[in-house]
């Protein structure tokens, strides 16, 4: 395991529904992120929170609405979804997003999103 | 911002045999180039990684290449086994400063045949 858990790991709602997200690495780390993987696209890298602050939104809809309450704890908080929005959301750790960005991000095993 | 491109995008092997995947990169100013792994029902998990002072990086079984003048670097795995098998990731990282950006390529699925 790479010390970074995320829950729930498989996940179906409808268009109107509101669901929530959740990571949480056990790693001592202070940059946390969202991505999200679709198929036979790169992974897109969707927010970026260092030391709580969030330091990226990386063009995101409004219907993703990301909170980091500590250092340890990320929640992706999802409403009113299109089936596109379906996809594999990995959420990563690093010790810090800046400096030379050589630091290395560890990933969860992903929340599988299906939208109906 | 950084394009990554990745090929090929999938490469099967037969058990023993040696697996090359390729990639290059836009930014010139681009200076950590890791490499993932991603088994089935898991995240990605990094296998090796080279910065931009060093040409070449070995950890067993794998290796990966950097050639900053022609921006691409390649992964390198010898003597394949068939728990190899998996989606293989480049990335690279944009520059430094506040912000830490990861730019993957879009994969490789190598299989390796028993």
């Known amino acids: 395991e790479t010390g970074v858990t995320q829950t729930p790991r498989h996940l179906v709602m409808g268009m109107t529904n509101k669901k929530s997200l959740k990571c949480e690495q056990h790693?001592?780390?202070?940059?946390m992120y969202w991505y999200k993987q679709s198929a036979k696209k790169p992974l897109e890298l969707m927010f970026v929170y260092n030391f709580k602050e969030q330091t990226e939104n990386n063009s995101v809809p409004s219907r993703f609405s990301p909170e980091c309450p500590n250092s340890s704890h990320l929640f992706l908080h999802l409403h009113t979804l299109q089936p596109e929005d379906s996809a594999l959301y990995l959420c990563?750790?690093?010790?810090?997003?800046w400096g030379t960005g050589t630091d290395t991000q560890y990933f969860g095993p992903g929340t599988r999103l299906t939208v109906l | 911002g950084e394009n990554v491109e990745q090929h090929p995008s999938t490469l099967s092997v037969q058990e023993g045999d040696s697996a090359v995947i390729k990639c290059t990169y836009s930014?010139?100013?681009?200076?950590?180039f890791p490499w993932y792994k991603q088994e089935l029902g898991k995240g990605p998990q990094l296998i090796i990684d080279?910065?931009?002072?060093?040409g070449e990086k070995k950890d067993q079984r794998i290796a990966v290449t950097l050639n900053k003048t022609a921006k691409h670097f390649s992964l390198h795995i010898t003597e394949t086994q068939p728990e190899d098998s998996a989606v293989y990731f480049c990335a690279a990282v944009e520059g430094g400063g506040s912000n830490y950006k990861l730019t993957f390529g879009k994969g490789t699925l190598l299989t390796v045949n028993p």
């Open positions: 930014d010139s100013a681009s200076n950590y």
């Open positions: 790693l001592g780390h202070n940059a």
């Open positions: 080279i910065r931009s002072n060093v």
């Open positions: 990563a750790s690093s010790q810090a997003a």
